[in-house]
């Protein structure tokens, strides 16, 4: 269990978002506001982390044939807990959310890393994935928020700071691109953070090669 390579992966080589492009509605649509990225974030790193556990716990009892369909029903039902939980507890949360958190049924980040590590690893090895995948995605929608919020409304920490309103960075006078708090801008900053992500890989990667030949 190399926890430095799982913590690297989760959050730059293998970010789920920006290199395997997966849970990208939930990503575009919620990003508007620091308290729906934080929410979104941490509630898919709970769910995540807890049906890795759970899955490679009996990954040696599920049948093969039906192996997705057991997953999404032990999805399911964390996703369910914690749908009810915020509903308790974090109600505008809930509300401001809405059905993107019942979708976190169907969403590919979940389902993706129980088949391809949480069914094949170690109970503890799929714990660390959950929690590094998700905290990899929590990190993008918290960065998504800040740059669409920013610049979309000159304010920062929507839903949490100043009553809600979020603190104004750069005064009343300021006038936002307001497209970038429209579907349109979650393309478009989704889009950028992306090409930024993939060049930096390829830098990384063309700098690793040019030590191994003077090496």
Do not use: H
Not at 21 to 27: A, P
Not at 48 to 62: D, E, G, M, P
Not at 107 to 128: D, M, P
Not at 148 to 164: S, Y
């Amino acid at each position: 269990m190399n926890v430095k390579k799982q913590f690297k992966d989760g959050l730059i080589t293998n970010n789920p978002v920006l290199v395997q492009l997966l849970g990208m509605c939930s990503t575009m649509a919620i990003t508007t506001s620091l308290f729906n990225g934080l929410g979104m974030g941490i509630s898919v790193l709970i769910i995540l982390t807890c049906c890795n556990i759970v899955i490679s716990a009996l990954r040696k009892i599920i049948p093969n044939d039906i192996r997705i369909a057991v997953f999404v029903v032990i999805i399911a039902g964390f996703v369910t807990i914690v749908d009810y939980v915020l509903k308790a507890y974090l109600p505008a949360l809930s509300e401001s959310l809405g059905v993107f958190i019942p979708l976190i049924v169907v969403n590919c980040i979940i389902i993706g890393r129980a088949e391809a590590f949480a069914a094949k690893n170690s109970v503890g090895a799929s714990a660390l994935d959950g929690i590094f995948q998700g905290l990899g995605y929590t990190v993008v929608l918290t960065v998504m928020c800040i740059i669409r919020e920013l610049l979309g409304k000159g304010t920062f920490g929507g839903g949490l700071l100043n009553g809600g309103e979020g603190v104004a960075i750069f005064g009343e006078s300021f006038q936002g691109a307001m497209l970038l708090t429209m579907p349109f801008g979650g393309f478009l900053t989704l889009g950028c953070l992306i090409a930024a992500m993939q060049f930096a890989l390829k830098k990384s990667e063309e700098k690793k090669k040019k030590k191994e030949e003077n090496k």
